[in-house]
């Protein structure tokens, strides 16, 4: 992987992570278009991913300071129900990656087919979200962070979005807009951080290999990947907002039937 294709990808992975287009379909559509081996391409997901966190972080750390400054008063407050929503919403997310990680990662390796119709289902979901006229919820419950949880867990696979996934559940089950953007995105730091983690290990202990992807590479990758992070997160929270997202269920329509095609 050279430094463009590094710079190409990383812009990528940023912007893709947090608008509602799947950024592990668009990162496979890249790879193969670049023809980087599934080696490479770990060592490059582990770095960008982490790059795309601490975007989170940059963009909502009012958020994440409200949220640790309750959490440390010990008591019952908004700021522990949400830590627990947070943790709620992690548990089918845990369930696969504890159960179903080798299955998943068989389905990365099967190709364009599986990111084309994923990239479809994700396409109809936005679009029903859009349409659907569901009664309007001041808070988000347990019960309704555990359901977009399921959703978070199910778009581990290629096309499928994360984020359109969480933030259409959230908007058919009548979540506030707003509320729901910062959810959704916080609630993925915990997961990604994780996959990171242990894949990190695995690379050190030998496990995997890290692939012969320069330095030069990975760091311009991160910082693309950090920068079109910034920048699409604080913009995607202003569209769910103001509920623009029909457009990106037509661009997953066609990026799902180009995937099909070059599959």
């Known amino acids: 992987m050279d ?18 287009v799947s950024s592990s379909g668009h990162l496979a559509i890249g790879a193969t278009l670049f023809g980087i081996e599934g080696e490479e391409n770990l060592a490059f997901t582990v770095a960008v991913h982490v790059a795309t966190v601490l975007s989170t972080l940059v963009i909502l750390w009012k958020e994440v300071i409200w949220i640790f400054k309750g959490a440390f008063t010990l008591r019952m407050n908004d700021e522990m129900r949400y830590i627990i929503n947070i943790l709620v919403s992690m548990i089918p997310i845990g369930i696969v990656g504890l159960f179903f990680k080798d299955q998943v990662e068989s389905v990365f390796g099967s190709g364009l087919t599986v990111v084309g119709c994923c990239l479809l289902v994700t396409a109809s979901l936005l679009a029903f979200s859009y349409y659907s006229k569901p009664k309007p919820k001041d808070k988000i419950s347990p019960l309704s962070a555990f359901i977009i949880g399921l959703a978070q867990a199910l778009a581990v696979l290629p096309g499928l979005s994360r984020s359109g996934s969480t933030i259409a559940t959230g908007l058919l089950l009548g979540i506030d807009k707003a509320r729901l ?13 994780g996959e990171a983690l242990l894949d990190g290990m695995k690379m050190m202990k030998g496990e995997a290999v890290m692939g012969d992807i320069p330095t030069l590479s990975l760091v311009v990758g991160f910082l693309a990947a950090f920068v079109s992070g910034c920048i699409a997160c604080r913009w995607m929270i202003n569209l769910v907002k103001r509920g623009k997202l029909i457009w990106f269920a037509v661009y997953c329509a066609l990026a799902g039937v180009l995937s099909l095609v070059l599959a």
Do not use: D, H, K, N
């Not at 430094?3 to 509602?20: C, D, N, R």
């Not at 910062?182 to 990604?192: A, C, D, T």
């Open 181 to 193: 953007a910062q959810f959704s995105f916080l609630m993925v730091i915990p997961p990604i951080l």
């Open 3 to 20: 430094t463009l294709e590094a710079l190409v990808l990383g812009l990528l992975q940023g912007f893709t992570e947090y608008l509602p």
